[in-house]
C-alpha cells in the first residue's frame, strides 16, 4: 500500500509537469471523446435525415419495377402483402407511391421529372415534404402538383401556374398530358428533389398511367430500433415477384459511414495512444532519471525489482487518472455545449446524404469507460519500459556520489 | 570476538585493458560485533568502493565478503536484496529520506519491506522516534527538518530493520559541528545500547576521535589498522 502511495504522492512532486502532461492526455482523450460524438450525432443525423426525408424504415417494390422502373410494374393494394402489413401492429405508418418519369412542361421550359402519386395524409407522416414547404400548401386537389423549388426556377414557374405533365401509359407506351396548377413549392434541400420532383395525387397518376396498383411502399415503425428489430419481418416479406428492403438495403451508403467511422476511429485512437505513448514516457523519463540516486537507495536498503515496477506503474497509473479526470471534464463540457446547442450542418451533403438538421453531440458509454479505461491500461504498460530501464541501475553506480 | 564482516583478498579493478584501475588491492579485513570503526583515508583510496562491496550493492572482481558467516559476494538479484534489507543499515551523507513520505512512514518503509505487521511497525517506530528526540515529529515531511533532524530519521531508518551492521559514509559531512557532535553521541549510544556494529567512512575528526578502530586506505590497500 505505502508503494503505491509513493507512486501516487510523486506525481505531486513536480505539480506543473504533472498537470502538463495530464492536461496534454486529457486533451488526447476528451478529442477522442470529442470526436466519437461528434461522428455518433452525425451518423444519427444522417440516418434520421435519410429515414424521414423520404426513405422511411422500410420499403417494399414489384421486382421488376426495381431493376427497369417500368410503370406497369406495380403492386395490388389489395393483395396479400398489405394484409400482412396491417397486421403486424409495430407498424405506425403505410404509404404507398406511384412513380413514374414525366415530362413537365410550363409555357417557357420542358423538362424531365419524377412525379411522385401520393396520398397526402398518408406522406405526411413518412417524409418531410409537408414540412418543407416554401410556399403554398400540398396538393388538395386532384389537379394540384407541388414542385421542388430548384425544378420551379428552371420552369419560371409560381403559385397557381399551370404546368402540363406527359407520362407514358403502362402496356401500350401511350403518351397521357393532363394539365395541373402548382399549389405548393418545396425545398428539402436535398438536390435531386428539388431539382427533378413533383408531387401530385395518387389517383389522378394512376389515370395517367392507367395503372390500379402502387409502385412503392414505405413502411415507418416508432423508431429505428423497433425497424431494427423488425428487419426480419421486412424480409420475409420478399417474394419472387416483391422486394422488401429495410433502410440498411436502401441507403447503404449510410451503413457504409458508420463502417469508415469505426474504422477511422480505430486509426485515430492508435495515433492517440501513441502519442499519448510518447508524453507518459517523456515524463517519466525525465522524472525518474532526475531521482535516479533516490532510486540507488530504495535498492541499497532493500527494495526489490518487483517493489520498483509497482511503484513507477502506480506513478503512470496516478498521472493517467489525473490525465483521464481532466480529459473526461474537457469532453463534458465541450460535449454538453454541443449536444445542446448542436452544429448546423443542414444542407451540406455527405455520404449522398443531405443534413436537414443540426448535428448534435451524442454521449454514450464507451466514451467514458472503454476510452479512459485503455489508456490507463496502455498508459501503465507503457511505464512498464522506464521500469524496466530503473530496475536495471545499478544502487552503486547510482549512488557514487556517496557510498 | 565475534565476526561480523570478513574480507578475503578482495580486490576490486574498474575498466578494461590499458585503462584498467585498481581502487581495491588484496584487502583482508575482520570487522567484530559491536564495533565502532572508521574508514579513513584521502579521497580516491577506495573506501567507498570498499563499502559498496561490503554492503553487496557492488561485487569484488576476486575474493570473498563474509556477513554474518555468509559469502554476499556469490549473493545476486532478491536474495541478496532481502539479505542487505535484513542486516545491513545504511546512513548517507545527504541523508536520502524520501521526500513524499512523512518521517513515520521513512521508518516504516523498510519494515514494510520485511513484511512487519503494521502494530509492530508502529510500536517501533514510537520506540526510535523517541530513542533519536524526534518524539511528535511522525507526521512531518523531511523538509520540514532541519539538516540534523533528516539524518536523525535517516538513522532511525537504518536501525528499524535492526541490522547487524549500519553502514555511515560521512555522516556529519553536511551538518554544522555541533550537530555533527549529537549525531555521532547518538549513534556511539545506540552502538552502546543495542550492540549494533557501525562501520563509517569518513573523514571527520570528531568521528576519527570517537572510532574505536581506524582503518587507513591508501591506493587500494590497508596502510594501518589501528585499536584506540
Request: charged content about 20%.
Amino acid at each position: 500500500m505505502m508503494i503505491l502511495k509513493l507512486g501516487f504522492r510523486n506525481i505531486m512532486r513536480n505539480k506543473r509537469r504533472s498537470i502538463l502532461t495530464g492536461l496534454a492526455v486529457g486533451l488526447g482523450l476528451a478529442a477522442m471523446i470529442l470526436v466519437n460524438g461528434f461522428w455518433k450525432g452525425m451518423l444519427a443525423n444522417m440516418i434520421d435525415s435519410a429515414v424521414s426525408n423520404y426513405v422511411g424504415h422500410a420499403q417494399i417494390h414489384h421486382r421488376q419495377f426495381g431493376e427497369s422502373h417500368e410503370v406497369q410494374y406495380s403492386l395490388d393494394p389489395s393483395s396479400e402483402l398489405f394484409q400482412k402489413l396491417k397486421q403486424n401492429t409495430q407498424i405506425e405508418v403505410i404509404s404507398k407511391r406511384v412513380i413514374a418519369l414525366a415530362m413537365v412542361s410550363s409555357s417557357q421550359e420542358s423538362l424531365n421529372a419524377i412525379a411522385l402519386g401520393i396520398i397526402p395524409a398518408e406522406e405526411k407522416e413518412i417524409s418531410l415534404f409537408d414540412d418543407r414547404i416554401l410556399e403554398g400548401h400540398y396538393p388538395e386537389n386532384e389537379n394540384d402538383l407541388m414542385i421542388g423549388v430548384q425544378l420551379q426556377k428552371k420552369l419560371s414557374v409560381q403559385l397557381g401556374d399551370r404546368i402540363v405533365i406527359t407520362v407514358s401509359e403502362a402496356n401500350t407506351g401511350e403518351l397521357n398530358q393532363e394539365l395541373f396548377r402548382v399549389s405548393g413549392i418545396f425545398g428539402t434541400g436535398v438536390k435531386d428533389m428539388d431539382e427533378g420532383m413533383i408531387l401530385v395525387h395518387q389517383r389522378k397518376l394512376q389515370q395517367m398511367l392507367s395503372i390500379s396498383g402502387v409502385h412503392e411502399v414505405v413502411v415507418m415503425f416508432s423508431d429505428l430500433k423497433t425497424a431494427e428489430l423488425n428487419a426480419p419481418f421486412i424480409n420475409s416479406l420478399s417474394t419472387k415477384d416483391i422486394k422488401a428492403e429495410n433502410w440498411q438495403e436502401l441507403v447503404p451508403q449510410v451503413v457504409g459511414i458508420a463502417k469508415v467511422t469505426d474504422f477511422s476511429m480505430g486509426i485515430m485512437g492508435i495515433i492517440l495512444f501513441i502519442l499519448v505513448g510518447q508524453v507518459i514516457l517523456n515524463t517519466l523519463f525525465m522524472s525518474l532519471f532526475e531521482r535516479s540516486y533516490e532510486f540507488g537507495v530504495l535498492r541499497a536498503i532493500g527494495t526489490k525489482n518487483r517493489e520498483l515496477y509497482l511503484m513507477i506503474c502506480s506513478e503512470a497509473l496516478a498521472l493517467s487518472c489525473l490525465s483521464i479526470i481532466l480529459g473526461m471534464i474537457i469532453a463534458l463540457i465541450v460535449g454538453g455545449y454541443w449536444s445542446v446547442l448542436g452544429v448546423d450542418y443542414s444542407g451540406v451533403q455527405f455520404g449522398e446524404v443531405t443534413f436537414t438538421e443540426k448535428i448534435f453531440f451524442k454521449f454514450s458509454l464507451e466514451q467514458f469507460t472503454l476510452y479512459p479505461t485503455s489508456l490507463v491500461l496502455f498508459t501503465v504498460l507503457v511505464s512498464l519500459y522506464p521500469a524496466w530501464k530503473i530496475v536495471r541501475i545499478k544502487a552503486a553506480e547510482a549512488l557514487h556520489r556517496s557510498l | 570476538m565475534e565476526h561480523v564482516f570478513q574480507l578475503e583478498n578482495v580486490s576490486k579493478v574498474f575498466g578494461e585493458g590499458a585503462v584498467q584501475v585498481k581502487a581495491l588491492n588484496s584487502i583482508n579485513l575482520e570487522f567484530h560485533r559491536g564495533e565502532f570503526s572508521a574508514l579513513i583515508g584521502p579521497s580516491g583510496s577506495g573506501k567507498s568502493t570498499l563499502l559498496n562491496i561490503m554492503s553487496g550493492l557492488d561485487t569484488p572482481t576476486t575474493g570473498d565478503v563474509f556477513l554474518d558467516g555468509i559469502n554476499i559476494s556469490e549473493m545476486s538479484g532478491n536474495k541478496l536484496c532481502d539479505f542487505r534489507r535484513d542486516h545491513i543499515g545504511f546512513i548517507f551523507q545527504s541523508f536520502n529520506l524520501i521526500p513524499v513520505l512523512t518521517v513515520k512512514e521513512n521508518i516504516e518503509y523498510i519494515m514494510l519491506l520485511q513484511g512487519v505487521a503494521e502494530e509492530k511497525r508502529l510500536q517501533r517506530v514510537e520506540e526510535i522516534l523517541e530513542r533519536i528526540g524526534l518524539k511528535g515529529f511522525n507526521n512531518r515531511y523531511p523538509n520540514q527538518l532541519s539538516g540534523g533532524q533528516q539524518q536523525r530519521v535517516a538513522i532511525a531508518r537504518a536501525i528499524a530493520s535492526q541490522p547487524s551492521i549500519i553502514l555511515a559514509d560521512e555522516p556529519t559531512a553536511n551538518l554544522d559541528s555541533k550537530t555533527g557532535t549529537e549525531l555521532i553521541d547518538l549513534m556511539a549510544q545506540l552502538n552502546a545500547d543495542y550492540g549494533t556494529t557501525f562501520i563509517f567512512s569518513t573523514h571527520d575528526q570528531k568521528i576519527m576521535d570517537r572510532a574505536r578502530r581506524l582503518v587507513t586506505l591508501e591506493d587500494g590497500k590497508i596502510v594501518s589498522d589501528k585499536l584506540s
